[in-house]
């Protein structure tokens, strides 16, 4: 059986639905993977820390060591690396276990999927989530590896453009993977949220959901509470180290009882489409604060979990979010966020509609055929091998 490491270099990997859907695509076309995590204070705080996800023909092994992560070591290769990234190597080398590829997530997983890949003479494919912008020896290092590796994937054809320049590489060693989740649609409408909070079938459910700050968003949607008619319910569900926003949280269930609920709750992976699905209007908001929030419209996965649901949404106007959504009929997006209770009729009226073309742009943009095109350089060369 074929054998594929998966490098991660971020707390919340257990969560990273890309890492999810790499780890599915690659045991379901017949590889073993080993999963490279490291354990987040922050992400431990939030109950965060364990995947939430299993599959067969795969196991998650931690590198808990600790090293400090200043760089302060050079290679043989003149590049300044961290003592963890460099201990890193020493701990997958000494497993002894020999791999086809290799795949390294965010920056430090790059760079120690390359340490390991070269050393080892094999392949090794960069999967970019998030732009590193700062100019430091983490993003040389980044740069470093990043030229080395047999091909570069990122979330979208748009973030793709803007990485080459950060890395001063070739756009056509770039290639970009759908932010999407692999199975069918799903048309059947789940009763989550209204058997969790007891919400009547009468009334329209509003979901903002995932990581809850402001530069998602929502102390706007919680100030806007008094404007809503009353057919309408808003649920926050998620998680935030924000103590300004829990404040906000808080506040607003006192003040708009039976008009707002929150869930904090972790649930699996496998799980999270109940919630999905028992939404009706989807809310995504972006600050676009710098390069990562200003160009997410494409990279947004919970547009695509909408979508796969047939959930309308109401979006904020950042580059190429009009594209995504209303050019595929999916929703509304405002260059006013704060008027969006003003459009939740335009939303229910065209209804139909809007659950049509979501299924349609769900089908379109495909997690598997945009992966498999992304990972033909290095299976190519070991199926030609074989």
Known sequence: ??????????????????????????????????????????????????????????????FEEYHDDLFNNKNEYGIWLSQKDSAFVSFISQRGVGYDWVIGFEPHGVIRAGLYALENQIDYIYFSLEFNEKEDYLQIAEKFFAKKAQVILTQDPYRAKILADLLDIPLEKIHGVFNTTIGNVIESKSNYLREVFNISKEKIIVLAIGSLLKITGVDKILDSLSDWDQEYVLVLHGWTMDDYIRGKIDEALIKHPGCFYYSGEVLPHAKKFDIFSSADIGLIYYAPVNLNLKYAAW?????????????????????NMRKLVEDNMCGIVLDDFKSFPSVFHNIRDRYSHYRKYCYETFKKYDFESSFGEGIKSVEGEKNADN
């Open 299 to 319: 990279s947004s996965g919970k547009f695509y979990d909408f979508a796969r649901c047939g959930v309308p949404v109401i979006a904020n106007a950042i580059p």
């Open 1 to 62: 059986m074929k054998r594929v490491a998966i490098i991660s270099g971020f707390g919340w990997a257990g969560v990273s639905v890309p890492v999810a859907m790499t780890i599915e695509y690659l045991v379901s076309n017949g590889y073993f993977v080993d999963i490279y995590f490291e354990r987040d204070q922050i992400c431990e705080g939030l109950g965060l820390n364990q995947p939430f996800f299993e599959y067969e023909n795969s196991q998650v092994i931690y």
